[in-house]
């Protein structure tokens, strides 16, 4: 049996167990979860020390098992492992169990929430490791339903109930589109089948005609898109990680918002590569809405938990660049990107959920000299702001500069013609290393510097290993990535390499008119009349 198999089925299994385990039974509950999603992290662990990009196997992938379900209709129970969702595996495995160790502050209907946090986990995973369009879409939508169950019954702030409803109206609204495009790609490919590899091939051998291509292309872009908060549909993400529970912030923010990014990569380009390249300059410009303006609007903001995630939408913005270079450095750069904001995104919000929980409050004016009283906390939160601004050491800046190299030397369809995109780069860059620094850095000096506030002084730091490990796990592989980026790197160049070039490659389906006409033999000037 494939190994990951256990990743999703551990924690899906486990919320099958909460059913009946009665309510009342708290230390049982967390310790299920504790443990259903410690073993998906350990087999991740381990698959990640062995895996050997070199020598993959079918179709790319290593650990391919398949399980037929629906064979009228080409739909199987399929999984397998490349260097692309390799990292997004780990780094969703290891969030998984991190915000199980936080979601120690539910007081009230703690099995609900647990089993609901168990299918996120097991969803989102699963939707990574699955071969097949299929299950792909019904896994991440497993892992979205409790994420608007979650923020509406356990949220917090005057605005829970406005972040839930705005929440589930846009991501509706994504998964909706998307699926009208995975449907009409499916039936114009003609190849009836859901698996990945094999509609992928026979995609190749026998191209979806252009026209199409270019019809099904924004369905997949702009609902994939909405789904991780393309601008100008992100307005929904700042508010609900606002009001989000500390654990649900950490698993959507920091897993299953890459998702749409993961399917734009493994679905939409190598399946639609015409409809890419006429649709792609948009994106380029999209994305700096995504750098540039949330950049703007976290300068303004008050709010500890607004400000990180318009920093994390930003952020998303940089993987969009990185996806519309259609470079293998771009390409490369966007996965660890991924990679690296899943560890930031869940380490910052686990730390302002715990400064939630001893304030009350994340207005950053309330706050200051936190490293004085909270020296380990603070020291993380310090940590995970730098990281944010793209600071050297961390699996961010690695993926940052891999883009913004793939971007330079990168050039878009625009008007018939290849035009660079050079300015774009210069632009996110600006935004990188000058908009995100003036809002990191001035958070850090309002929240971490200066006298203590008074409501601070008889909080207590972090203490106790088993309180600190979350944490120390999160930060761990945000250092893992940008100390040693190769981790990541390497898997993911060796698979997103084909793709660059597959792409590349692409051409039009030639005029049929105007081949024979170029192709006919000249008639002689006697033969006229």
Request: proline share 5%.
């Amino acid at each position: 049996m494939s190994p990951l198999l256990w990743i999703p089925g551990v924690p899906l299994f486990a919320a099958l167990m909460l059913m009946a385990v009665p309510g009342t039974y708290k230390v049982v509950v967390r310790a299920v979860t504790l443990a259903a999603t410690a073993i998906p992290m350990l087999v991740a662990l381990n698959l990640l020390a062995g895996f050997d990009a070199a020598t993959p196997g079918e179709g790319g992938y290593r650990f391919v098992q398949e399980f037929p379900w629906v064979e009228s209709l080409g739909i199987s129970l399929k999984v397998g492992l490349d260097g692309v969702n390799l990292g997004l595996v780990v780094m969703g495995s290891v969030v998984g169990f991190a915000a199980a160790c936080v979601s120690w502050d539910i007081r009230e209907r703690t099995k609900e929430f647990h089993l609901l946090l168990l299918l996120m986990t097991g969803g989102i995973l699963g939707a990574f490791v699955s071969l097949d369009v299929f299950f792909l879409y019904v896994f991440h939508e497993l892992a979205l339903v409790p994420t608007f169950i979650m923020i509406g019954v356990w949220g917090r702030g005057e605005r829970r109930t406005e972040a839930a409803f705005q929440i589930t109206q846009y991501l509706t609204l994504g998964a909706l589109i998307a699926l009208i495009g995975l449907i009409a790609l499916y039936l114009q490919s003609g190849a009836q089948t859901f698996d990945l590899v094999r509609l992928t091939e026979h995609v190749r051998a026998n191209p979806i005609p252009e026209a199409r291509q270019v019809f099904i292309f924004p369905w997949l872009l702009f609902g994939f898109g909405i789904l991780v908060s393309l601008w100008p549909f992100h307005t929904w993400a700042p508010l609900g990680y606002g009001a989000a529970p500390t654990a649900t912030a950490m698993i959507h923010a920091g897993v299953v918002k890459k998702f749409g990014l993961y399917a734009l990569l493994k679905v939409a380009l190598p399946i639609l590569p015409l409809g890419a390249k006429a649709w792609l300059p948009l994106l380029a410009w999209l994305c700096l809405g995504n750098i540039l303006y949330c950049g703007w609007v976290a300068m303004r903001q008050k709010d500890l938990n607004l400000l990180i995630g318009n920093s994390s939408v930003a952020h998303v913005g940089f993987v969009f660049l990185g996806l519309a270079s259609l470079t293998t450095t771009g390409l490369t750069g966007a996965v660890v990107i991924m990679v690296a904001h899943g560890f930031l995104a869940a380490l910052s919000f686990a730390l302002s959920g715990w400064l939630h929980a001893q304030s009350g409050s994340l207005e950053m004016s309330r706050m200051g000299g936190l490293l004085r009283q909270l020296p380990f906390a603070g020291s993380l939160m310090v940590m995970a702001m730098m990281a944010g601004c793209g600071l050297p050491g961390f699996g961010s800046f690695v993926g940052e500069m891999m883009v913004l190299f793939g971007g330079w030397n990168s050039t878009l369809a625009i008007c018939g013609g290849a035009v660079s995109i050079r300015w774009l780069v210069a632009a996110a860059a600006w935004g990188a290393l000058i908009v995100a620094a003036v809002y990191m850095l001035r958070g850090i000096r309002v929240m971490f510097h200066g006298a203590v506030a008074e409501a601070w002084t008889s909080v207590a730091d972090l203490s106790g290993a088993w309180r600190k490990l979350p944490y120390l796990l999160l930060l761990g592989g945000l250092l893992a990535v940008g100390v040693w980026p190769r981790l990541v790197t390497d898997p993911a160049g060796v698979s997103v390499r084909p793709l660059a070039e597959a792409v590349e490659r692409s051409r039009p389906a030639p005029n049929l008119a105007v081949s024979a006409a170029a192709t006919a033999p000249a008639v002689p000037p006697a033969a006229l009349p």
